[in-house]
C-alpha cells in the first residue's frame, strides 16, 4: 500500500521553528513531485509549498516565502519541510501528498495529488 506519514508537528511560540517530515511507506520518493499542504479549522486546504522529483524545482505560496523551505533526501524517501518564524496564522494539520508532474499552474491544487498523508498538527501559539 502506498502511503505518506507525516511527522514532527507540534506546539511551538511565535518566531519558533519546526521541521516537518513526510516519509513513503510502499513505495519510493523518487520521481514524485511531493507538495505539502495545511487545513485550519474551518478553512479550506491550502497549499504550501511543493518540491518536483529532483529536488531541482520547488513552489511555494507567497505565505510562507523566505520562512518555510521545501527539501528532500531521495536515498531517506523523505522530504521535509523547515518551517521558521513561525506565526499564529501558520496553525494547521499539515499533509504532504505525491503527484508525478506539476506545472506552476497546477502545484497548488489538491486534485492534482493522491495518497495523502494522515497529517501532522502545528500549533503557534505563546
Known amino acids: 500500500q502506498m502511503q505518506l506519514v507525516e511527522s514532527g508537528g507540534g506546539l511551538v511560540q511565535p518566531g519558533g521553528s519546526l521541521r516537518l517530515s513526510c516519509a513513503a511507506s510502499?513505495?519510493?520518493?523518487?520521481?514524485?513531485?511531493i507538495g505539502w499542504f495545511r487545513q485550519a479549522p474551518g478553512k479550506e486546504r491550502e497549499a504550501v509549498s511543493c518540491i518536483s522529483s529532483g529536488g531541482g524545482t520547488t513552489y511555494s505560496a507567497d505565505s510562507v516565502k523566505g520562512r518555510f523551505t521545501i527539501s528532500r533526501d531521495n536515498a531517506k524517501n523523505t522530504v521535509y519541510l523547515q518551517m521558521n518564524s513561525l506565526k499564529p496564522e501558520d496553525t494547521a494539520v499539515y499533509y504532504c501528498?505525491?503527484?508525478?508532474?506539476?506545472?506552476?499552474?497546477?502545484?497548488?491544487?489538491?486534485?492534482?495529488?493522491?495518497?495523502w498523508g494522515q497529517g501532522t498538527q502545528v500549533t503557534v501559539s505563546s
Open positions: 510502499g513505495f519510493t520518493l523518487d520521481g514524485y513531485y
Open positions: 501528498a505525491r503527484a508525478r508532474y506539476l506545472y506552476s499552474t497546477t502545484w497548488s491544487r489538491p486534485d492534482q495529488y493522491a495518497s
